[in-house]
């Protein structure tokens, strides 16, 4: 494969994970927090692969390559949170102080949102949507430096 077909594919990959994740939303699966922390890794990678189809600047694919891993990391760590190894961020999972008046306790409860992150909305194969993005997001990695090699 050529520099600019790796290119494509890697950042097309994102693209593509991108594009999923809204057809979820679309299909009623709206995304929570941990969710959308995943897709700006996704989102700089998709710039990265433009930029580095016109450009030889070689730090770029190194600069993909890093953006797959945060997304890829962040997915592990949404994983972990849905199957409980882990607390998730307290505004959107099942923790959180119970401290505060009664009536703050209320408010609290009426204000936040009803996505969670530690819930699996949909899954394939015993796997939810943040372990896909994490498998998917490293093997985007390793085309990213499969790019970085060229030369």
């Not at 600019?4 to 097309?12: D, N, P, R, S, Y």
């Not at 990959?13 to 594009?19: D, E, V």
Request: a neutral charge; proline letters at 3%; aromatic letters at 8%.
């Amino acid at each position: 494969m050529t520099r600019t077909q790796l290119i494509l594919l890697a950042a097309g990959g994102s693209a593509a994970l991108l594009a999923g994740a809204h057809v979820f939303e679309a299909l009623g699966y709206a995304p929570c927090k941990l969710c959308l922390w995943q897709r700006g890794p996704h989102w700089a990678a998709v710039a990265i692969g433009l930029a580095a189809l016109v450009t030889a600047w070689r730090m770029l694919p190194w600069a993909g390559a890093l953006a797959a891993a945060a997304t890829g990391a962040l997915g592990v760590y949404h994983t972990g949170v849905e199957r409980g190894l882990w607390q998730g961020p307290d505004s959107c999972t099942s923790g959180g102080s119970l401290s505060g008046s009664a009536e703050d306790l209320l408010n609290e409860i009426m204000a936040a949102p009803l996505i969670r992150c530690d819930e699996v909305a949909w899954s394939l194969f015993g796997l939810s949507m943040a372990s896909w993005n994490a498998i998917l997001s490293f093997a985007l990695m390793a085309l990213w430096i499969a790019v970085a090699r060229r030369r």
